[in-house]
């Protein structure tokens, strides 16, 4: 197969079920799971109410997406997208806040070829000339709690024509779910990674810098 294009797209997500930490919303939303606020008594917070998905519009809290043309390179086009955000009082079922979250933060960034000017200095030449790289720095937080901790991810989309492959280098958050996915040519969608939360965390393993490192080669044609 000629790699003539390749749509790549990241998320992040709250999982309907995570062991401990979410559990039924108020009876007037029946289906559907909340996870706890940041402080005890604090409204609850929607989850996205699904596992992982290669559905390109699921519910997520980040969604960052990207479509390269391979043959010059270029980009035919990005978006970001934050699925809205709904808080729910535990006591009364009133959906107490209703935003989306802020994209301004979301961005694919350096196109280039087999060549990376390093930021400590000097520039790093990769062997493969064919090969077509793209950085990912995508954050938002809560639009619902003044101040709270990003959700952040970011990492290098390294793909490879000649040998079909797709590469992520980078870091996510230790909170809450990630996946990404990629289709060649308009294809069907080709699971990359899907990663949930280390047991036991929360929203509040979003405070700091992504810790969890991501790297891998995904065959995609």
Known sequence: MTIETVKVWINAFIPEDIPGKTHPAPDLYPNQTVVDGPFP????????NRSFSSEIHASSRMH??????ITEPKINFQWHQCSPTNAVS????????????????????NLRGNTTVDPEGGVLIDP???IVQIDVDAAANNPCVTGSPDIDFYGAIVIDPEAGTLEFNGMVD?????????????GAPITIFQLMPPPGNDPWNLIGEPNIPVQLVQQIA
Not at 174 to 186: K, R, T
């Open 128 to 130: 493969r000339e064919k």
């Open 64 to 69: 960052s997406e990207v479509e390269i043309d």
């Open 90 to 109: 535990l006591d009364t079922g009133e959906l107490t806040c209703t935003a989306s979250g802020n994209t301004s933060r979301m961005k694919f960034l």
């Open 174 to 186: 230790g909170f809450p779910a990630y996946e990404m996915y990629a289709a060649v040519n308009n």
């Open 41 to 48: 008594g604090s409204d609850c917070y929607f989850t996205d």
